[in-house]
C-alpha cells in the first residue's frame, strides 16, 4: 500500500478504474467495509483521511475529532487499501467553494449550517484530484449520501457513487468515530437509538407518523437523549412521504451527553 501526501503525487497513477474512499480518518469497521466493497470490484482502491475544517460549524467538535493515524494505516492496508492520500491543509488553498443545493437545509444541514457546503467543497476538490471511477459512502450518512449523488451527477457525470449499508455493533448501535467518546453505560444507552428506528420501521403507516415520532422522542428523551431530530422523508429525494411514497427514511439525530448521534432505517414500503 502506499502512502502519498501530496497531490503532485499522485500524478503517476495510471489507472482508469480508480475507486475513491473519502474519510476523516479514525476508521472503524463501517469504513473497511467501504474500502472491501471498492476492493471487491477489482478497483484500484484510494482512501483519503482528511480531518476537513470546512465541515465543521463547531469548532470544539474539530479540535476534538480523534487523530489515529497509524492504526487507520495498518487497518486500510489489511482491508486491500491500495493507495492512502493524506493531503496536508494546503489542499485548501484557493478552493473553489460549493454552495450545497436547498435539500441541504433539513437534517443535518439545518442544525450544522454550513456543514453540506463543506463536504462539497472537499470533495469536488478530491474528486478532481483522484479522478475517480467510483466513489463510495456509508448510509448512516444518508442526507450526505443524497447531496453528493444528486453533486456528482451534475458535475462527474461519469463517476458511480456508491452506497454502502450502515455497520452496527452486537446490539444495533451504529459504528461512527464519535462512539469512541461514549463510556460503556452510555453505549448501552446509546443502543435505544436503533431500537427505537427500528420499533418505528415495523409499525409504520402514513396514518401512525405522528404519533410513532412523539412516542419515540418521549422514550429516548426519558432514557436522557437531547433529540435534534427524528423525521421520516421519502428517501429517493428527501421529500416529504405522500401516500405514494415506495420507499422512506426514517432519520435521527441526538445529542447524548454532548456527543451527537446519527443514524436511520431505510424502509421499502
Ligand atoms: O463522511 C465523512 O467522513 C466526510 O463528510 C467526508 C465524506 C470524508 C468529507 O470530508
Known amino acids: 500500500m502506499k502512502v502519498i501526501r501530496s497531490a503532485s503525487d499522485y500524478d503517476f497513477i495510471n489507472n482508469n478504474n480508480i475507486s475513491i474512499v473519502p474519510t476523516m480518518g479514525n476508521l472503524h469497521d463501517g469504513h473497511l467495509e467501504l474500502i472491501k466493497s471498492a476492493k471487491s470490484s477489482n478497483a484500484y482502491v484510494v482512501a483519503t483521511i482528511f ?103 451534475k458535475n462527474f457525470p461519469d463517476l458511480i457513487i456508491n452506497g454502502i449499508k450502515t455497520k452496527r455493533d452486537i446490539n444495533g448501535l451504529a459504528l461512527s468515530s464519535r462512539n469512541i467518546h461514549l463510556k460503556e453505560d452510555q453505549l448501552k444507552i446509546a443502543s435505544n437509538i436503533y431500537k427505537e428506528l427500528t420499533y418505528i420501521s415495523n409499525h409504520y403507516s402514513y396514518a401512525s407518523y405522528d404519533d410513532l415520532i412523539n412516542q419515540a422522542i418521549t422514550n429516548l428523551s426519558d432514557l436522557g437523549f437531547n433529540v435534534d431530530y427524528l423525521l421520516i422523508y421519502d428517501a429517493s429525494r428527501l421529500n416529504n412521504v405522500t401516500k405514494s411514497s415506495t420507499e422512506i427514511l426514517i432519520a435521527i439525530a441526538v445529542y447524548l451527553d454532548g456527543i451527537r448521534l446519527i443514524d436511520n432505517i431505510i424502509k421499502k414500503l
Open 51 to 153: 480531518i476537513n475544517p470546512l465541515q465543521f460549524n463547531d469548532k470544539n467538535d474539530y479540535k476534538n475529532y480523534p487523530i489515529t493515524i497509524e492504526e487507520d494505516l495498518k487497518a486500510l492496508e489489511t482491508s486491500g487499501c491500495d493507495l492512502v492520500f493524506l493531503p496536508s491543509s494546503n489542499i485548501l488553498d484557493n478552493i473553489k467553494t460549493i454552495n450545497a443545493p436547498n435539500s441541504a437545509n433539513i437534517l443535518c444541514g439545518k442544525s450544522r449550517p454550513g456543514h453540506f457546503d463543506g463536504v462539497l467543497t472537499i470533495l469536488n476538490k478530491l474528486f478532481q484530484l483522484t479522478n475517480p471511477k467510483t466513489a463510495y459512502f456509508g448510509l448512516k450518512d444518508y442526507q450526505q449520501y443524497i447531496l453528493v449523488k444528486d453533486f456528482a451527477a
